[in-house]
């Protein structure tokens, strides 16, 4: 842990034209140079502050935060190894940005193994690409496509809203409806005692299914170089931010508004009080960990948007509060480290959270707001997940890409367009989008089905 020159005991409060007593007797780094001026330049006055992003050691490109945001989560929940759900599982969707109305969404990707003793009732996708065999312990309801490399076992009613593509053996007792095609290998399919509907044609060919989540050493957010960028490249003396400001917060704790910009602190956590109050659409770049005690709290004003690049490690204790649930594609969370994220106490997590390196563990009322992408996803009970998909519209405002250099892939390119011959533009099939997205009216969107499976 980083001890700052001294402890922080004044209430602080940052302006767009002031910053109000919040230094350490002895200073501190002041900060790198401007977001805007020898950093990373602006790619928009609505799309989100600009970062690089870098993966497996190398800077691929620029983008604004909204962007990243579009192409990071696209998974209500995403596992890069397994998934365990002692009790049910249950994800749908909603629009924030059109209100709390929930429908069929909220996509499940699983590269290894998935466990249960409970039903399954996933809005969008499930795709499990391991090895292990799934017993769900009553029905499964799948209203986008069903992908499974394992062999399973349905003791109840199993719907599927689009495709089912099986690897190996199904065993079902009771109905299986599958609204479009059935793909099996030959001599796999459904056993035991089925009544099977398949409202399509059924395909006897090889199936394979690819791990769903991007979980490859080139593949991943090195967030721990995104966040170097940030130490070195930020607006933190334009308001006169130090960076031990948040670091082993003590006594009466500290409130900080943050405008539009790009900041950069040592380290988040101590014993105090920390409200971090959000007026605009802001990167904040944390050194080293983030403890976020009971008293940790994140307040986001209406259009407001935080990303949150956490080095190492985020640690959460009691009721700490990050996001709004009304509009969790608002908050982002990317977090580098390797230690054990746990998500418990009184209130439902409201946010995205990217942690390819880290267990993230559910506790508590098990109900998420948001997304959340893990090395493995665990719930002791039962796990709920309201996927927004207005997360895919955070990089609308976002500048066009530059077509001076065309591009390289799809991450590149923002609004739902794809990268093809060397240049973004619209998707014309399902397969020229990142999974689970679809292509709809050439935008690579959410699948959103009928509510008819519920």
């Given at each position: 842990?980083?001890?700052?020159?001294?402890?922080?005991?004044?209430?602080?409060?940052?302006?767009?034209?002031?910053?109000?007593?919040?230094?350490?007797?002895?200073?501190?780094?002041?900060?790198?140079?401007?977001?805007?001026?020898?950093?990373?330049?602006?790619?928009?006055?609505?799309?989100?502050?600009?970062?690089?992003?870098?993966?497996?050691?190398?800077?691929?490109?620029?983008?604004?935060?909204?962007?990243?945001?579009?192409?990071?989560?696209?998974?209500?929940?995403?596992?890069?190894?397994?998934?365990?759900?002692?009790?049910?599982?249950?994800?749908?969707?909603?629009?924030?940005?059109?209100?709390?109305?929930?429908?069929?969404?909220?996509?499940?990707?699983?590269?290894?193994?998935?466990?249960?003793?409970?039903?399954?009732?996933?809005?969008?996708?499930?795709?499990?690409?391991?090895?292990?065999?799934?017993?769900?312990?009553?029905?499964?309801?799948?209203?986008?496509?069903?992908?499974?490399?394992?062999?399973?076992?349905?003791?109840?009613?199993?719907?599927?809203?689009?495709?089912?593509w099986l690897g190996d053996t199904a065993f079902a007792i009771g109905v299986v409806d599958i609204e479009r095609d059935l793909h099996m290998p030959?001599?796999?399919?459904?056993?035991?005692?089925?009544?099977?509907?398949?409202?399509?044609?059924?395909?006897?060919?090889?199936?394979?299914?690819?791990?769903?989540?991007?979980?490859?050493?080139?593949?991943?957010?090195?967030?721990?170089?995104?966040?170097?960028?940030?130490?070195?490249?930020?607006?933190?003396?334009?308001?006169?931010?130090?960076?031990?400001?948040?670091?082993?917060?003590?006594?009466?704790?500290?409130?900080?508004?943050?405008?539009?910009?790009?900041?950069?602190?040592?380290?988040?956590?101590?014993?105090?009080?920390?409200?971090?109050?959000?007026?605009?659409?802001?990167?904040?770049?944390?050194?080293?960990?983030?403890?976020?005690?009971?008293?940790?709290?994140?307040?986001?004003?209406?259009?407001?948007?935080?990303?949150?690049?956490?080095?190492?490690?985020?640690?959460?204790?009691?009721?700490?509060?990050?996001?709004?649930?009304?509009?969790?594609?608002?908050?982002?969370?990317?977090?580098?480290?390797?230690?054990?994220?746990?998500?418990?106490?009184?209130?439902?997590?409201?946010?995205?959270?990217?942690?390819?390196?880290?267990?993230?563990?559910?506790?508590?009322?098990?109900?998420?707001?948001?997304?959340?992408?893990?090395?493995?996803?665990?719930?002791?009970?039962?796990?709920?997940?309201?996927?927004?998909?207005?997360?895919?519209?955070?990089?609308?405002?976002?500048?066009?890409?530059?077509?001076?250099?065309?591009?390289?892939?799809?991450?590149?390119?923002?609004?739902?367009?794809?990268?093809?011959?060397?240049?973004?533009?619209?998707?014309?099939?399902?397969?020229?989008?990142?999974?689970?997205?679809?292509?709809?009216?050439?935008?690579?969107?959410?699948?959103?089905?009928?509510?008819?499976?519920?």
């Amino acid at each position: 842990m980083r001890l700052p020159s001294s402890y922080l005991v004044a209430t602080c409060i940052i302006t767009s034209f002031s910053w109000a007593a919040c230094t350490t007797s002895s200073g501190g780094e002041a900060g790198g140079a401007p977001g805007g001026a020898e950093g990373p330049g602006d790619l928009g006055d609505d799309g989100g502050p600009s970062v690089p992003v870098v993966q497996d050691g190398t800077t691929t490109h620029e983008t604004c935060t909204g962007t990243l945001a579009e192409h990071t989560f696209g998974w209500a929940l995403c596992s890069c190894e397994d998934t365990r759900v002692a009790g049910y599982l249950e994800t749908d969707s909603f629009r924030s940005s059109r209100g709390p109305e929930s429908r069929r969404g909220g996509a499940v990707g699983v590269n290894r193994d998935y466990s249960t003793a409970g039903y399954a009732d996933v809005g969008g996708t499930f795709t499990v690409a391991g090895s292990r065999d799934v017993l769900f312990g009553g029905v499964l309801k799948v209203g986008g496509d069903l992908k499974f490399a394992p062999s399973f076992d349905v003791a109840g009613v199993t719907k599927v809203g689009r495709d089912a593509w099986l690897g190996d053996t199904a065993f079902a007792i009771g109905v299986v409806d599958i609204e479009r095609d059935l793909h099996m290998p030959a001599g796999k399919g459904f056993r035991g005692v089925p009544l099977v509907n398949v409202g399509g044609t059924e395909h006897v060919e090889a199936v394979e299914i690819a791990p769903p989540c991007p979980c490859g050493a080139d593949q991943i957010l090195d967030v721990s170089a995104m966040v170097d960028d940030g130490r070195l490249h930020n607006d933190n003396a334009a308001v006169g931010l130090d960076p031990d400001a948040l670091n082993v917060v003590a006594g009466l704790g500290v409130d900080i508004a943050l405008p539009d910009g790009r900041y950069y602190v040592h380290q988040i956590g101590g014993l105090g009080a920390i409200t971090l109050r959000v007026k605009g659409r802001v990167a904040l770049f944390v050194g080293d960990d983030l403890w976020a005690s009971g008293l940790f709290r994140v307040e986001l004003d209406p259009g407001a948007e935080l990303d949150l690049f956490i080095r190492d490690n985020l640690v959460i204790a009691g009721a700490a509060k990050f996001g709004d649930e009304s509009r969790p594609a608002a908050m982002r969370i990317y977090a580098g480290g390797t230690g054990d994220i746990a998500l418990a106490g009184y209130n439902a997590f409201a946010g995205n959270l990217y942690a390819p390196e880290a267990n993230i563990a559910i506790g508590g009322v098990g109900v998420i707001y948001g997304s959340l992408f893990g090395k493995n996803i665990v719930a002791p009970g039962a796990l709920i997940a309201h996927y927004d998909e207005s997360i895919l519209e955070s990089g609308d405002d976002c500048d066009e890409p530059s077509t001076d250099g065309g591009c390289d892939e799809s991450i590149e390119c923002a609004g739902g367009q794809v990268c093809t011959e060397g240049s973004c533009g619209e998707c014309t099939q399902d397969s020229d989008c990142a999974a689970p997205l679809v292509c709809q009216d050439g935008e690579c969107t959410v699948l959103v089905t009928s509510d008819d499976l519920r």
